[in-house]
């Protein structure tokens, strides 16, 4: 399988530029270069930035110079310390990953879908040149298994409206259930040689999401430990996850999550990737703060120890906030 070069150990810099409250004050004070050097002397290669559409636009959708200069700034500071960056499009107009900005109706509204296209447009003009340094990617989390084909349709001609700006720059494609492993088989063929399949792992999602206030069957006081026996964990999923975790039956259910659990969970995509020569990605892992943190040190080293064996590169949520900052030695 090959590798995304320069893209081996990141760090997310949500709530910079995307779900947050989108002041001035934000932008100019959340993340500065002091991070980024930070994020450098720790090891890291390369951050992910996730921007929503109300950094550069208006009410209207129409551009907003201002916005775009966080951008040129992130993209500067990558420079001066050697790192790389992601540029993640998190929310477009009529769509968000997070249901409580009730936005809706991307996937049935070309409207919506051709402003998507313009949008990346302008990011291909403004930065398709950066690809030593730049990977684009197109939208965040998808949510709905319904969507596959839509998203197939529009990321596809999204992507060659790109490369008729930007033949250079690595693109990232993730897909349904939130950039889920099972969306990985149902993404659309590569386009070419420079795209770059993503999913997002936080399982087991009971103990990465203990006590997480916006899931809305979860007591806000529960709390778990990760190696804990698969019993525990399907019985305590149904109870405080509903449907929203991945089943533990054909695990032996009085052993404990370890290195073998995540190797079962990746072997599909890693097959996909494999025949279809395309590098994997993890845009997004990680442990809420709520844990013990020797408990979710564990976690770590188990899901890094797969992610190691067969060279798939990944960022870490969060490196500031966000319910999931992650600990200064990690």
């Not at 004050?25 to 930070?38: C, H, L, Q, S």
């Not at 063929?189 to 069957?217: N, R, S, V």
Request: charged share 30%; proline share 3%; hydrophobic share 35%.
């Amino acid at each position: 399988m090959r590798k995304l070069d320069g893209f081996t150990r990141g760090v997310n810099f949500g709530g910079w530029l995307s779900q947050c409250d989108h002041t001035k004050k934000r932008y100019d004070t959340f993340i500065t270069e002091d991070d980024f050097k930070a994020v450098s002397e720790r090891g890291f290669d390369h951050v992910r930035v996730p921007v929503d559409y109300e950094l550069f636009e208006d009410d209207n959708m129409n551009f907003e110079e201002e916005g775009f200069k966080y951008i040129d700034f992130a993209i500067a500071m990558c420079k001066k310390y050697s790192i790389k960056m992601i540029l993640d499009l998190h929310r477009t107009p009529g769509y968000s990953f997070d249901p409580f900005h009730g936005e809706k109706g991307f996937f049935e509204d070309e409207k919506y879908q051709e402003h998507f296209y313009v949008i990346w447009e302008e990011l291909a003009k403004r930065y398709g040149d950066e690809y030593e340094t730049v990977v684009f990617e197109l939208l965040n989390e998808v949510t709905k298994k319904e969507y596959c084909d839509t998203w197939n349709r529009v990321s596809t001609e999204t992507i060659k409206k790109i490369r008729a700006i930007a033949p250079d720059i690595r693109i990232i494609v993730g897909g349904y259930y939130n950039n889920s492993l099972e969306a990985v088989r149902d993404l659309a063929m590569p386009y070419d040689d420079k795209i770059i399949y993503t999913f997002h792992c936080y399982e087991p999602l009971l103990f990465t999401h203990q006590g997480a206030y916006w899931i809305a069957t979860m007591d806000h006081d529960f709390r778990c430990e990760y190696k804990m026996p698969y019993s525990q964990y399907e019985e305590l999923s149904q109870k405080y996850l509903c449907q929203a975790y991945c089943s533990f039956k054909g695990y032996d259910p009085e052993a404990v999550p370890d290195e073998a659990y995540f190797d079962n969970l990746l072997q599909d995509a890693i097959k996909v990737a494999e025949e279809r020569d395309v590098p994997l990605y993890c845009g997004e892992y990680g442990v809420i703060d709520k844990a013990d943190r020797k408990d979710a040190a564990l976690w770590f080293k188990d899901f890094h120890s797969v992610m190691d064996r067969y060279g798939i590169g990944r960022a870490v949520w969060n490196y500031k906030e966000m319910d999931f900052e992650i600990a200064k030695d990690f």
